[in-house]
């Protein structure tokens, strides 16, 4: 069944990738719409792929557990919450509130170090975009303080 998935992801990844070429590489020297997509869709293949040849050379077959399926319905659940709470609350807020709760689901008992990684992983991206790459971010309730 993992083996399936996977296929099914390597395929998916392949389509995602065909997307983002026909999106600008570079554009007037610097990074243009397509880099970051190009970027993660290549890595997404050769991290799939890899992950494909090793299950299928070691030939295991992970059973699937009702714990794995509980944690799998609850990260779908905070993930359409995000979706809809993202430009309500803005990026940043909504972000490291999903991040806290994505930590609490998958990081059980490392109160601290999900608190830690729920506020610099965000606050680093929100960064990066905001002040670095000078991209606007939906900023929701704060938009007047940015």
């Known amino acids: 069944m993992k083996n399936i998935f996977t296929f ?41 792929a890899f992950d494909l040849i090793k299950n299928y050379k070691g030939n295991r077959e992970e ?13 779908l659940i905070v993930t359409t919450v995000y979706i809809a709470i993202f430009n309500i609350l803005g990026s940043l807020l909504s972000t490291i509130l999903f991040m806290f709760v994505v930590l609490l689901l998958l990081n059980e008992n490392k109160l601290k170090q999900n608190i830690i990684l ?27 303080i940015f």
């Open 8 to 48: 099914f992801l390597l395929v998916v990844s392949c389509l995602y990738l065909s997307i983002a070429f026909t999106l600008k590489f570079f554009s007037n020297d610097i990074p243009g719409s397509g880099f970051f997509p190009i970027v993660i869709g290549i890595t997404l293949i050769i991290l799939i």
């Open 63 to 75: 059973k699937i557990s009702l714990l794995h399926i509980s944690i799998f319905f609850k990260l």
């Open 118 to 144: 729920g506020l610099t992983i965000p606050l680093s991206i929100f960064i990066l975009f905001e002040f670095m790459l000078k991209t606007g971010l939906p900023q929701g309730i704060f938009e007047n």
